[in-house]
Structures are given as C-alpha cells and as structure tokens.
C-alpha cells in the first residue's frame, strides 16, 4: 500500500521559509513513470499544481505564477524515500492545507484533476501569520 505523509510547521512566520516534506512508503520514488507532487489549497479557492519532482529527479514547477515560482524549490531524498517544498518569502497568501500526491504523467496545466494523482497525503495546513 502506498502512503504519502506531509510534515513540518504548521505556522510560519512572514518572510520566513516554509519547508514541508512528503515521506514515502509503499513505493519508491525513483520507480519509472512516476511524478511527485506539491498541491495546495487555499482557504475558499481550488487545488494548485505547485510542481512535481520526477521519477528521474527531473523538477517542473507551475508556470501559472511567476511570483510563486521564484519563491519554490522541490528537492528529493532518495536515501529516505522523501520530496521537499520550500516556498521562501511567505505571506499571508501562502497560507493553505499543502498536499503531496502521486501521478503517472506530468501535470498538463490548468486546474488540478483529482483523477490524475492516484495517491495523496492527508494535507497538512500551514498558515502564515506573525
């Protein structure tokens, strides 16, 4: 059985680095084919692509926000079977429940299909307040 668990702060402060890790079990995240990915949603609005790190350590990030963009960074630990999100400079609008998922194919842009990731995280909310 494949499980995806998000942790780390659930409060950041503004300006300050919010750093999250998906820790894997079940699969490995190097297996071929396989994506892994940062969703989030924030409160009252829809699910976010953010980016994935590929099975081959490829990085794609969403192009949709630019600003959102320059602040994020996804990197992977092999050795413990875990991807990270960094999203430096936070604010108030970064606060939402962030997600890990798993898909078989790249996010092809536009709104997140639940469909699409076969296997998520529970979410762990992180807000953004001083």
């Known amino acids: 059985q494949v499980q995806l668990q998000e942790s780390g702060p659930d409060l950041v402060k503004p300006s300050q680095t919010l750093s999250l890790t998906c820790t894997v079990s079940?699969?490995?995240?190097?297996?071929?084919?396989?994506?892994w990915n940062w969703i989030r949603q924030p409160p009252g609005k829809g699910l976010e692509w953010m980016g994935t790190?590929?099975?081959?350590?490829?990085?794609?990030?969403?192009p949709s926000s630019p600003s959102l963009r320059s602040r994020t960074s996804i990197s992977r630990d092999t050795s413990r079977m875990q991807f990270t999100l960094q999203v430096r400079s936070v604010t108030p609008e970064d606060t939402a429940v962030y997600y890990c998922?798993?898909?078989?194919?790249?996010?092809?842009?536009?709104?997140?299909?639940?469909?699409?990731?076969?296997?998520w995280g529970q979410g762990t909310q992180v807000t953004v307040s001083s």
């Open positions: 790190i590929a099975y081959d350590g490829s990085i794609y990030y969403s």
């Open positions: 998922a798993r898909s078989d194919r790249l996010h092809p842009g536009g709104p997140v299909t639940l469909g699409d990731y076969d296997y």
């Open positions: 079940g699969a490995s995240i190097t297996t071929s084919g396989y994506y």
